[in-house]
């Protein structure tokens, strides 16, 4: 079975999306649209924006989005069978499996980047990477910690992402290294993304997902919530929204695919992350694993 994964906030790149832009005249109205419902010039920010400009929030998802769902597009060969996205990729998996319209997604991604955004700069918070350390270990200690801070992405064996509160992720990082784990570096973020200091986020991102139409997906959308297929729109809508203040199970998000019979991956999307953790996911030599865009 053939898998379709899409990237998240982090995969954007100064210059995406120009060989995309140049290719028809489909994609160029497409870009024209976007930037008609988010009321800035994606594409001129995408093309010729600093690292540091892409690096918003505000701008960030919607790039990114585009970016994944205009490259999904132009695949002559797109047949998914089943979907996944991590965090912000989520919604351009459901489009891509046919269960939100592209207009509807975007409008869905800028309120959330807005949403984020205020929460963020509302209730500062952070976010820090734990290598070499099994995930059991690290709910244990963050759990064992004052404050606020909880595993937030499980991204492959030996490599966890926490999120929580400055003070928190501090103590948190400290205890994680003395109790053996490789690394335990903070990252440059905008905010404790996947976190309850995400829950303003998603008090406002409610109401937008109620509005909008979902159908039924036309394949199985793997969600970060619970790692598992989810084909009811109910269903999606609600793990959409428990997404902003929950972990991303990728790991186990994949190792279910497999399970399932997804026998290849690819990567839709700027970068090549999501590639990387599924090689660290997989049995070796057992998936066909490949980035396009």
């Not at 690819?266 to 980035?291: D, R, Y």
């Amino acid at each position: 079975m053939r898998a379709y994964v899409f990237p998240g906030q982090g995969s954007q790149f100064p210059g995406m999306g120009k060989e995309l832009y140049a290719s028809s005249s489909r994609v160029r109205a497409l870009f024209s649209r976007a930037g008609e419902i988010l009321g800035f010039d994606i594409s001129a920010i995408m093309f010729s924006g600093s690292a540091e400009d892409l690096r918003a929030t505000a701008v960030t998802q919607p790039v990114v989005f585009l970016h994944s769902v205009i490259t999904a597009l132009c695949m002559e060969d797109f047949k998914p069978e089943m979907t996944a996205g991590h965090s912000l990729g989520e919604f351009s998996a459901l489009v891509a499996a046919g269960a939100l319209e592209f207009e509807d997604a975007l409008r869905l991604v800028a309120v959330r980047a807005d949403a984020m955004l205020k929460a963020c700069e509302a209730v500062p918070g952070t976010m820090a990477a734990v290598l070499g350390m099994d995930f059991k270990t690290i709910e244990d200690i963050c759990a064992g910690i004052d404050g606020v801070v909880v595993p937030a992405n499980y991204n492959s064996p030996g490599q966890l992402v926490i999120s929580g509160e400055d003070d928190a992720v501090d103590r948190a990082c400290a205890a994680l290294k003395e109790a053996g784990a490789k690394r335990a570096l903070k990252l440059s973020v905008g905010g404790a993304f996947h976190s309850p200091l995400m829950a303003p986020a998603a008090e406002r991102l409610a109401k937008a997902i109620e509005d909008t139409a979902f159908k039924a997906p036309l394949c199985p959308v793997y969600q970060n919530v619970d790692a598992m297929p989810a084909t009811d729109p109910e269903q999606i809508k609600g793990n959409l929204l428990k997404q902003l203040t929950s972990p991303v199970r990728w790991a186990q998000t994949v190792e279910n695919m497999i399970a399932a019979g997804a026998t290849s991956f690819t990567e839709v999307g700027p970068g090549t992350v999501l590639a990387g953790l599924i090689k660290k996911i997989a049995p070796e030599g057992a998936i066909e694993i490949e980035s396009v865009g």
